[in-house]
T-cell receptor, first 113, second 114 residues
């Protein structure tokens, strides 16, 4: 099992604040994805990062893949109530079958208006 | 634009009962998988399939069976339900060719075993 630990597990912030969510593992991943899940729905892909040190921006969201490809972070600038949801990181590696995604423990974000 | 369809959405079983969770996708994806989601544990891989006629075990396969007779369908069977199988179950499919592709999820089945 490729254990992916996310922190924090819960985060409650005011609208307009910035936040960072972390995803850490002792294993090396070929790629790492971030998903967001809303109540009663399945996860939906936000981004995929594949190169160590890679940084991707999606409007107010910034994703970074660690140089050693063992960790990742998601930074949200000026959070809005619409950002509320469960954020999941997921890694894939050739050692466990390239198609298999292993998910992190999740970060539940609440943005208060 | 159906994507991945799971049925039923909710189910209550008694301990020892059996049932099948259905999953169908219309995107012609070769890879399909089943996950269970429990609080504080993210999604854990139960079984997966890389194509029709091929299935394999994931992280937590005990108590579950799968089959893949067609590209479109990937049912998950609980042979004798236990309270520990109370969870939300998600089916997912991915296009072939590597580890960068997006996983598409169904809406989930919330299962309670009493």
């Amino acid at each position: 099992t490729q254990l992916l630990e996310q922190s924090p597990q819960f985060l409650s912030i005011q609208e307009g604040e910035n936040l960072t969510v972390y995803c850490n593992s002792s294993s090396v991943f070929s790629s790492l994805q971030w998903y967001r899940q809303e109540p009663g729905e399945g996860p939906v892909l936000l981004v995929t990062v594949v190169t160590g040190g890679e940084v991707k921006k999606l409007k107010r969201l910034t994703f970074q893949f660690g140089d050693a490809r063992k960790d990742s972070s998601l930074h949200i600038t000026a959070a809005q109530p619409g950002d509320t949801g469960l954020y999941l990181c997921a890694g894939a590696s050739l050692s466990t079958g390239a198609n298999n995604l292993f998910f992190g423990t999740g970060t539940r974000l609440t943005v208060i208006p | 634009n159906a994507g991945v369809t799971q049925t039923p959405k909710f189910q209550v079983l008694k301990t020892g009962q059996s049932m099948t969770l259905q999953c169908a996708q219309d995107m012609n994806h070769e890879y399909m998988s089943w996950y269970r989601q429990d609080p504080g544990m993210g999604l854990r891989l139960i079984h997966y399939s890389v194509g029709a006629g091929i299935t394999d075990q994931g992280e937590v396969p005990n108590g579950y069976n799968v089959s893949r007779s067609t590209t479109e369908d990937f049912p998950l069977r609980l042979l004798s339900a236990a309270p520990s199988q109370t969870s939300v179950y998600f089916c997912a499919s991915r296009p072939p060719k590597g580890f960068n592709t997006e996983a598409f999820f169904g809406q989930g089945t919330r299962l309670t075993v009493v």
